[in-house]
C-alpha cells in the first residue's frame, strides 16, 4: 500500500500547459498582455459571456465587482455563511455591512426561503441590500432563476462567487453566462477546476461593467479622451479618475489558463466519474452523500459528506484525524464565516444561521480532483470504511 498523502484537491498540469508557459516566457510580454486577452476571449466564449476581466485572484474579482456595482459604506451586502471568507470580506473591503443567508439543508447553497423571509423583513425595516452574492457551493449553481426573480422585486444587484463552478452548467446552460446575475466570478487557485496558479475572473454583459471592471484592476487609469476630465497634454497622457489596484494577471499565468481551458470539460467529467464511484461505494454507510439539484449539472469542486454522528462510534474530529493519520488529507468547507472571531466585531454569534452550522459540525471533504486514480480513490474509501465503524 502505498502510503503517499492524498490532498483534497490539486491542478492537473500536462507538458502542453508547460509548453504554453514556456512560449510565454520566450515572447515579448511577461505581464498583461495579448495572453491575458486571449484567456478572457477563451473564457467568455465558453460561458456565453459578452465581457471577461482577468485579475491576480477571486478576491480581486469580487473587491472590483462589488466596486463596480457601486457598493461603499452605508450599503449592505449579503451573502451564504457557508463559504470562503471572501465572499463576505469583499464587502467589509468597500465600507459596506455583510450579513448572511443561511442555508439550504439538501444542497448548502444559499436558501431561497431563507433570503425570501429575510428581504421582507429588510424591506419592512428599511434595510435592503444592495448587493447579494450567491456562492455556487462545491460546484452546483444556486437556484439562480428563483434569486433574479428576487434582485427584480428587491432591487437588489447579484454577484455570483462561482469560484467552484467553471464547467458547470445551470438549466443546460454554462455557469457564468450571467443570464441570471449582473456578474459572475471564478477563481483559478491550483484546488479549483482549473487554474492559473493564482488567478481570478469577472464575467459580464455590461460593456458599462466591463469598462469599469478594466479601469478598477489597474489604478483607476484611463486613457480614454473621452473619459477624461481634463486636456491631454500629448500622446503620453493618462489620468486617474477613480481609486483602483494593480490585480492585473500575468501573461504567464494566462497562458495556463488558455492552455487548461481546452481540459475543462475532460475535468469535469472526471470529477462526476470519481464522484459516482465515491456514491457507489460509500451509499451503504451512515453518511448523507452530495445531493444534486436536477436543474444543476455541478462543477463538482468538492465531495462532501455528512457523517450522520447520532449512528457512528466516533466523533468527527475522531475521524479526520484518523483519514489524517493514513494520509487521507480530508478537509473542511467551510467554517461558517460568521463565527469567525473578525466577525463577532461584526455583531455576529454562534446560532444566527443555524443550518450552516449543523452542517459545519458533521461534513468533511474526501479528496477529488481530476488526477485522483481509482487506486488512490479505493484507499480513500477503505479509509473511511474503517474511520468510521
Ligand atoms: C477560492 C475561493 C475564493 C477566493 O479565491 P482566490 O482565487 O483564492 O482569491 C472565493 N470564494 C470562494 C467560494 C472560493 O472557494
Request: aromatic share 8%; proline share 5%; hydrophobic share 40%.
Amino acid at each position: 500500500m502505498s502510503s503517499t498523502p492524498i490532498p483534497y484537491g490539486r491542478q492537473s498540469i500536462s507538458p502542453a500547459d508547460i509548453q504554453a508557459v514556456v512560449d510565454v516566457l520566450n515572447s515579448d510580454w511577461l505581464t498583461q498582455g495579448p495572453t491575458v486577452e486571449r484567456f478572457e476571449r477563451t473564457v467568455a466564449d465558453y460561458c456565453g459571456a459578452a465581457h471577461a476581466v482577468a485579475v491576480n485572484s477571486a478576491t480581486s474579482a469580487l473587491h472590483i465587482a462589488c466596486l463596480a456595482a457601486g457598493l461603499g459604506p452605508g450599503d449592505i451586502l449579503w451573502t451564504s455563511p457557508n463559504t470562503f471568507v471572501a465572499s463576505a470580506n469583499c464587502g467589509l473591503y468597500c465600507g459596506a455591512t455583510v450579513d448572511f443567508v443561511d442555508i439550504d439543508p439538501r444542497t448548502y447553497n444559499m436558501s431561497v426561503e431563507r433570503l425570501e423571509e429575510k428581504l421582507e423583513r429588510a424591506a419592512r425595516e428599511g434595510k435592503l441590500p444592495k448587493v447579494v452574492i450567491p456562492v455556487h457551493f462545491a460546484g452546483q449553481s444556486c437556484d439562480m432563476e428563483a434569486i433574479a426573480r428576487l434582485a427584480e422585486r428587491y432591487g437588489f444587484i447579484v454577484i455570483e462567487d462561482a469560484s467552484h463552478a467553471i464547467g458547470g452548467r445551470y438549466k443546460d446552460e454554462p455557469v457564468g453566462n450571467c443570464r441570471h446575475s449582473t456578474m459572475t466570478v471564478f477563481s483559478f487557485h491550483p484546488v479549483k477546476i482549473i487554474t492559473t496558479g493564482e488567478g481570478g475572473m469577472v464575467l459580464t454583459n455590461s460593456a458599462e461593467l466591463h469598462e469599469r471592471l478594466l479601469r478598477l484592476r489597474s489604478h483607476g487609469i484611463t486613457r480614454d479622451p473621452a473619459l477624461m476630465k481634463g486636456e491631454s497634454h500629448g500622446p503620453w497622457y493618462y489620468e486617474q479618475i477613480e481609486l483602483g489596484f494593480n490585480y492585473r494577471m500575468t501573461d504567464i499565468q494566462a497562458a495556463l489558463g488558455v492552455s487548461q481551458m481546452t481540459r475543462l470539460e475532460e475535468f469535469v467529467e472526471r470529477r462526476h466519474h470519481l464522484a459516482k464511484r465515491y456514491n457507489e461505494a460509500l451509499a451503504p454507510l451512515p453518511l448523507t452523500l452530495p445531493w444534486q439539484q436536477p436543474d444543476t449539472h455541478s462543477a463538482f469542486h468538492l465531495y462532501v459528506i455528512r457523517l450522520s454522528l447520532d449512528r457512528i462510534g466516533q466523533n468527527r474530529r475522531h475521524v479526520f484525524e484518523t483519514l489524517r493519520e493514513r494520509g487521507i488529507l480530508v478537509n473542511l468547507h467551510y467554517i461558517p464565516v460568521h463565527t469567525q472571531p473578525y466577525y463577532w466585531a461584526q455583531g455576529f454569534k454562534d446560532g444566527d444561521f443555524p443550518a450552516a452550522e449543523a452542517y459545519y459540525r458533521e461534513a468533511l471533504s474526501l479528496p477529488l480532483y481530476a488526477g485522483l486514480s481509482a487506486e488512490d480513490q479505493d484507499r480513500v474509501i477503505a479509509a473511511v470504511q474503517e474511520a468510521i465503524q
